[in-house]
């Protein structure tokens, strides 16, 4: 057998096959319970009926010869890349539509971008974080050093921290925590970056839950950014797209780094499929984007409800920013011998009371010592697990 590539090799399995293949022996071994997932952040409800009637429309349009399309721009159709610019108008950076990309989502944008740069070159990730940063950095050959986030610093680590130049990937609201970047905040990361010709990676996959101007959903709220960030979005999590696939990449000719862009997706891609950018146009119309509100506010409902009674067993929760309904809720283990061993916290509720989290310790070693619970799942399920840990841990 051809040896297979180091960086891949060194890694562990993605935590959330991880998480499933535990789920899928606990159902084995208790084929009479069912297991309640709190573990991946996936949807549990329906897209917009509008975004619905936009698939349908595209592919009946695509059976006939008039509608029929071969191969779309890899960048996107236009339609799409300026309903997504229009979002970013009132911005002090506006961006116009050919620095929209669009991309079958975030994970594979940022995978994407990690091979712009020169293997060498640092990356920054905050611990604990999404753990496909790290994966894909890694993997496109670049050393990957950690911005602890605890307790003391509100899980949003200082810019100085970054001992030195490179790119640094954010996440606002952060997956697992749940700490959102305040304006100030954003400002200090872009005027170091300017100044050390660092670059910004944003996340913004969870942006739908902020609200207010103290909490930007994008970096793009701060002047100067266009020079020293690229920009994630998806519609993932704001429009139920994570079996769907449609996200995009903020890429401003200021970076320097358009050229490179382009040459990638040249040889890369063959663009997001038509049917699928209609549907994401139409969730960024006026109609699609009021129909979200129902799923946005169920996810935030949960949310409250998995805080307030995390609050009545006792458990420590970390704290949200006004403004701020992040999707995750990021809980230190319960006191006792195993509170430093999430991995064990982990096996024992899915085994205990058969509900999955995600254990703090696969976001990165400063998770270790907490879990993560989503906010995605249905109410119903939500209620169910929530009562089955009260009884389990009381
Ligand atoms: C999460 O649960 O962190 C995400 O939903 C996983 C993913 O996007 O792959």
């Known amino acids: 057998m051809l040896p297979l590539h180091p960086a891949l090799l060194s890694q562990p399995d993605y935590l959330f096959s991880q998480i499933a293949a535990a789920a899928e022996e606990e ?19 329906p897209i917009a009926p509008v975004a619905a009637s936009a698939l349908r429309t595209a592919a009946a349009e695509l059976a006939t010869q008039k ?46 971008l990690f091979s712009l740069w ?9 611990d ?21 986030c605890r307790v003391e610093n509100d899980f949003l680590p200082q810019p100085e921290e970054a001992a030195k130049p490179g790119l640094i990937v954010l996440c606002t609201p952060n997956n697992p925590t749940g700490a959102a970047l305040s304006l100030v905040e954003m400002t200090e990361w872009v005027n170091w970056a300017n100044r050390t010709g660092s670059l910004l990676l944003v996340d913004t996959a969870y942006a739908a839950f902020l609200s207010g101007e103290e909490l930007p959903r994008s970096i793009y709220a701060v002047p100067g950014a266009k020079r020293c960030a690229i920009e994630v979005g998806s519609f993932s999590k704001s429009d139920g797209f994570t079996g769907v696939r449609c996200g995009w990449v903020i890429l401003p000719r200021e970076t320097g780094c358009a050229a490179a862009w382009q040459r990638w997706l040249g040889s890369h891609s063959n663009g997001t499929s038509y049917p699928i950018q209609r549907a994401a146009e139409a969730a960024l119309s006026p109609t699609g984007l009021r129909q979200r509100q129902k799923a946005l506010a169920l996810y935030r409902q949960n949310a409250a409800t998995m805080l307030q009674m995390f609050h009545k067993l006792g458990l420590t929760c970390a704290a949200r920013r006004p403004g701020c309904l992040a999707p995750y809720l990021w809980v230190r283990c319960p006191d006792g011998p195993d509170a430093q061993n ?9 085994e205990g009371c058969g509900v999955l989290c995600a254990p703090g310790a696969g976001f990165g070693q400063m998770g270790e010592g907490w879990l993560r619970f989503t906010a995605f799942s249905r109410p119903e399920d939500t209620a169910e697990a929530l009562r089955r840990m009260e009884h389990f841990l009381r």
Request: charged letters at 15%; hydrophobic letters at 40%; one cysteine or more.
């Open 27 to 45: 159902r084995k071994r208790h084929p009479h319970r069912r297991v309640i997932s709190l573990g991946i952040g996936d949807v549990t409800q």
């Open 67 to 112: 509608g029929q399309k071969g191969y779309g721009p890899a960048a996107g159709y236009p339609f799409l890349r300026e309903a997504i610019a229009a979002q970013y108008a009132d911005l002090p950076c506006p961006i116009p539509p050919e620095e929209v990309t669009v991309t079958a989502g975030s994970k594979e944008a940022l995978g994407a």
């Open 118 to 126: 020169e293997p060498g070159v640092p990356v920054w990730v905050c």
């Open 128 to 148: 604990p974080v999404y753990p496909a940063y790290r994966a894909q950095a890694e993997a496109a050959g670049h050393p990957v050093f950690s911005l602890p």
């Open 342 to 350: 999430s991995w064990a916290w982990f096996h024992r509720l899915l």
